[in-house]
């Protein structure tokens, strides 16, 4: 099995500093043609490995858009053996992806992602971030960090037991105070009291006017 040559470029060459915006994004990658462009250069600048022999010494063939070995002479098409490989969706759509999923501070969604692309189906949407969240994930493991490390947000586990998670919710609710478990429907009742109030003041002041 061949590893993803692309494990998401995801800034496009690009630095942590000067990293895409939109506008750039949109600017730079109008159309299928710039997308298939850049990745063919991604290819060429890591190297494009035949799966049969081996060989890294390829041709580009632009009448058929692939890679051909000059050894065995065997071919591969732009995505084979990256994370693209077997797509049936635009270049475009996994660039799209690639961008929208790097940045921002939240993740997209399948299907808000399908909305985005007008794309039919959602399988093929969903699939295509399936495979780039996985690649992330694989590039990420390849990393450790040391020293003081700052953390924007995260999610931290307790590590509760699942049988210890109703006694200690017990416990906890045994040993509220009397006046912050009576307060439980106060702002409830606040708020009633509060729109009658202003209901009968606005009573008060059409009688007023009337008379």
Not at 83 to 91: A, F, K
């Amino acid at each position: 099995m061949y590893r993803s040559l692309i494990q998401c470029d995801i800034n496009f060459g690009q630095t942590k500093a000067e990293e895409m915006k939109l506008i750039d994004f949109i600017s730079k990658f109008p159309d299928e043609e710039s997308c298939k462009t850049k990745l063919r250069e991604y290819r060429e600048r890591h190297g494009v490995v035949c799966p049969r022999c081996g060989s890294i010494q390829h041709y580009w063939k632009r009448d058929k858009e692939c890679f051909e070995c000059k050894s065995c002479h065997y071919r591969q098409s732009l995505k084979a053996n990256t994370v693209m490989h077997g797509s049936q969706l635009p270049v475009r759509y996994w660039f799209i992806a690639m961008h929208l999923l790097t940045s921002t501070k939240k993740s997209i969604s399948a299907s808000e992602l399908q909305r985005q692309l007008g794309h039919k189906n959602y399988t093929p949407i969903w699939a295509m971030l399936h495979k780039l969240r996985a690649a992330m994930g694989t590039r990420d493991s390849r990393y450790e960090v040391s020293g003081m490390v700052e953390v924007d947000e995260g999610f931290f586990s307790t590590g509760v037991p699942e049988g210890d998670k109703d006694k200690q919710a017990s416990e906890a609710r045994q040993g509220q105070p009397e006046e912050d478990q009576g307060t439980r429907h106060g702002p409830d009742r606040g708020w009633h009291a509060d729109k009658e109030i202003r209901q009968t003041y606005i009573r008060q002041i059409h009688q007023d006017d009337c008379h």
